[in-house]
T-cell receptor, first 111, second 117 residues
């Protein structure tokens, strides 16, 4: 399973755009990149998933360069409620493959 | 949606007793469920993969006789912590994927906090 590396923590003011980059140099051809958000004492929640180029949904965008060795989660105009730990995971498309969590990025949004 | 529910959400028990945690997929069938544990300010650690109708696959270092996993139906997996000790106190989280879905998205339960006195 591909290992991921993310910044341990990030701070941001409300209203700013936040970009969290994840390195996954050993990503396999059939691996997808998925980002999860976790609040204290809650299970992780799916944010976005992609394979290449750019993916956008109602809460975030995911940018993946051509070599797929990294990815960037972009959160537009963060609010205090976006304070959480964000995990980048790399794994197969099959739901039967477990996801291995790295250390994640602790985002603190400041008023 | 796809909802995964865990019960109980928190439990306190005495050392030496056993505790069962249930994980249910409420509106979908899940042939595979995963169990994780998480210590304070740490990441989730995969404990085991639970397959419906077969034995669970445990990660290295996880005692299968201590953490009993049963996946008797397509909507229910249980984790039993046997002879619990204070070091087993942790946040236990299950996840499941939809059977037949064409996405690798996992749906996570709310977690169960176990405190062993």
């Amino acid at each position: 399973l591909a290992k991921t590396t993310q910044p341990i923590s990030m701070d941001s003011y409300e209203g700013q755009e936040v970009n969290i980059t994840c390195s996954h140099n050993n990503i396999a051809t059939n691996d997808y990149i998925t980002w999860y958000q976790q609040f204290p004492s809650q299970g992780p929640r799916f944010i976005i998933q992609g394979y290449k180029t750019k993916v956008t949904n109602e809460v975030a965008s995911l940018f993946i360069p051509a070599d797929r060795k990294s990815s960037t989660l972009s959160l537009p105009r963060v609010s205090l409620s976006d304070t959480a730990v964000y995990y980048c995971l790399v794994g197969g498309y099959s739901g039967n493959t477990p996801l291995v969590f790295g250390k994640g990025t602790r985002l603190s949004v400041i008023a | 949606g796809a909802v995964v529910s865990q019960h109980p959400s928190w439990v306190i028990c005495k050392s030496g007793t056993s505790v069962k945690i249930e994980c249910r997929s409420l509106d979908f069938q899940a042939t595979t469920m995963f169990w994780y544990r998480q210590f304070p300010k740490q990441s989730l650690m995969l404990m085991a993969t639970s397959n419906e109708g077969s034995k669970a696959t445990y990660e290295q270092g996880v005692e299968k006789d201590k953490f009993l996993i049963n996946h008797a139906s397509l909507t229910l997996s249980t984790l039993t912590v046997t002879s619990a000790h204070p070091e087993d106190s942790s946040f236990y989280i299950c996840s499941a994927s939809k059977q037949g879905a064409n996405t690798g998205e996992l749906f996570f339960g709310e977690g169960s906090r176990l405190t062993v006195l």
